[in-house]
């Protein structure tokens, strides 16, 4: 007849398993009460959060949505409540802005915290996927941050590049200005654009093949100087850039620059007036003007 009682461990005088590892044998201890009681109370919440909450997903007969629960609380419905009175808190704050000049905005402290908030959104919604978070900028696109301006820095002149766009040619008051493609057009040889290549390294503070400056200097003056200026310093009614400055849009080797003479390089930035209300514009002027290059 086999002996069905469990094994005791002489040491302890519990009960084991009748597992064994290593030599090692496994004690049947019970759970510890306090952790019975805290899984108990878990199984209580669930059951309780069930009943009020929304809980159980797609029940046979209920379509595709959950149970509502008694309190019928819906997290949609809550975002919805706080956005429409965040609509409302901003339309109050819109209306300021739409009454304020630029100036009053910036001189304003609570006016300007709500601009820059504002303008801080939009920016990110709409331009920071060109310009960069914070606009920074990249190779082709302006850095917003600095103080180099092909247009005008203020904010003034920047409001007016945000409603009418640089080049957009659907809007009849855009920034426009167009240079020519010298080497796709056929207007200067290869060689010529390879000597105003180093023209412009030269301007620019580089060292440069002197006998290939001395070449595009006539060159220069007949074809560039009138966007560029006689001192290369450019013309920003005109939206010509410095080259005098090192500071580069579509890079400064003088391949890129080669690249930017052969085939130019009119970028386009589109009118957001239509696209955005004239107070988010407003607020956009007054953030991209405190990211640090803002003119008085």
């Known amino acids: 007849m086999t002996d069905d009682k469990p094994e005791v461990d002489q040491v302890s005088g519990v009960e084991t398993t009748g597992h064994t590892w290593d030599g090692i044998?496994?004690?049947?201890?019970?759970?510890?009460?306090?952790?019975?009681?805290?899984?108990?109370?878990?199984?209580?919440?669930?059951?309780?959060?069930?009943?009020?909450?929304?809980?159980?997903?797609?029940?046979?007969?209920?379509?595709?949505?959950?149970?509502?629960g008694l309190r019928g609380h819906s997290d949609r419905a809550l975002v919805a409540e706080e956005v429409s009175k965040l609509n409302v808190q901003r339309a109050a704050g819109s209306a300021q802005l739409l009454d304020a000049s630029l100036q009053q905005i910036e001189t304003d402290m609570n006016l300007q915290q709500f601009a820059l908030a504002m303008?801080?959104?939009?920016?990110?919604?709409?331009?920071?996927?060109c310009h960069g978070a914070g606009g920074r900028g990249a190779k082709g696109y302006p850095m917003l941050a600095d103080d180099i301006w092909l247009w005008d820095g203020t904010l003034d002149g920047i409001e007016t590049t945000l409603r009418h766009g640089i080049r957009h040619m659907?809007?009849?008051?855009?920034?426009?200005?167009?240079?020519?493609?010298?080497?796709r057009d056929g207007l200067l040889t290869a060689p010529e654009i390879d000597d105003l290549v180093q023209y412009v390294v030269k301007a620019s503070g580089r060292d440069a093949n002197m006998a290939a400056v001395n070449r595009a200097a006539p060159v220069f003056a007949q074809q560039c100087v009138s966007c560029h200026g006689a001192d290369a310093k450019g013309n920003r009614t005109l939206g010509a850039p410095n080259l005098t400055d090192?500071?580069?849009?579509?890079?400064?080797?003088?391949?890129?620059?080669?690249?930017?003479?052969?085939?130019?390089?009119?970028?386009?930035?589109p009118a957001w007036q239509g696209r955005l209300d004239d107070a988010t514009i407003k607020a956009l002027a007054v953030y991209v003007h405190s990211l640090g290059g803002g003119e008085k």
């Open 246 to 269: 090192g500071e580069w849009l579509f890079g400064g080797e003088p391949r890129d620059i080669q690249q930017s003479i052969y085939n130019a390089r009119n970028a386009h930035m």
């Open 170 to 183: 659907e809007d009849p008051d855009t920034r426009l200005s167009a240079m020519p493609a010298f080497g």
């Open 119 to 129: 303008g801080e959104s939009a920016f990110g919604d709409n331009c920071a996927t």
């Open 25 to 68: 044998k496994e004690l049947n201890n019970p759970l510890p009460r306090w952790w019975l009681y805290i899984f108990y109370a878990t199984v209580v919440w669930a059951v309780v959060y069930m009943i009020f909450m929304p809980a159980i997903p797609a029940l046979p007969g209920m379509g595709m949505t959950n149970t509502p």
